[in-house]
Nanobody, 123 residues
Framework: QVQLVESGGGLVQPGGSLRLSCAAS????????WGWFRQAPGNEREFVAA??????NYKDPVKGRFTISRDNAVNTVYLQMSSLKPEDTAVYYC??????????????????WGQGTQVTVSS
């Protein structure tokens, strides 16, 4: 059974930075697409970023501020978030998909999910 465990969330002031980590256990996911999603209260879960052999893909509002990366040696994916804004406040989820010919962005396209980590951007 695959388990994804996120860490690194917390409270940060506007303009600050955070790095989220997501570690996978139970299966090697080096050939999968890894993704980050977020869900703010009252909103649907939305795509943030993805990484696979093709490279990386980002939702427009986070381009230039967020960086997704992966370390296959330790089965971990990261989301470096900079210049954070209050509207980035949400629960952030990592996920893995076996769709690798493109960048999946729908929640239904991802098979494995973490439990989520809260990110709050506030002064």
């Amino acid at each position: 059974q695959v388990q994804l465990v996120e860490s690194g969330g917390g409270l940060v002031q506007p303009g600050g930075s955070l790095r989220l980590s997501c570690a996978a256990s139970g299966h090697t996911l080096s050939t999968y697409t890894w993704g980050w999603f977020r869900q703010a209260p009252g909103n649907e879960r939305e795509f943030v970023a993805a990484v696979n052999w093709r490279g990386t893909n980002y939702k427009d509002p986070v381009k230039g501020r967020f960086t997704i990366s992966r370390d296959n040696a330790v089965n971990t994916v990261y989301l470096q978030m900079s210049s954070l804004k209050p509207e980035d406040t949400a629960v952030y989820y990592c996920a893995a998909s076996n769709i690798v010919a493109r960048f999946p962005w729908r929640t239904s396209e991802y098979s494995y999910w973490g439990q989520g980590t809260q990110v709050t951007v506030s002064s």
